[in-house]
């Protein structure tokens, strides 16, 4: 279970970890709605058995601690401000 549920939340970091880094950043100010709709797709998607509800469960988890780790981490844009997080990423567009 938990090692399904661990390979479920790997598979969204890479889906999440291709994205442009100002629309990660964007997620990640809603990054209760990330939550949230991550857990609600697994659950969907592995809805029948007891193991699949427990991986699903333990990966939407697993997202949220990321989310949270991420926005601490390298901070969030709302609107057009960046407020950076402990880490600065380079938002500005250029190359």
Partial sequence: MFTSGIVVFLSAVLVLAKLPRRWLLRLLHYSLAVDLAVSAIVLALHFGTFSGVMAATFAGL???LATSAAKRAFG????NLYFPGWLT??????A
């Fill in 62 to 64: 697993l997202t949220s």
């Fill in 76 to 79: 969030h844009i709302q609107g």
């Fill in 89 to 94: 990423l380079d938002v500005s567009g250029r």
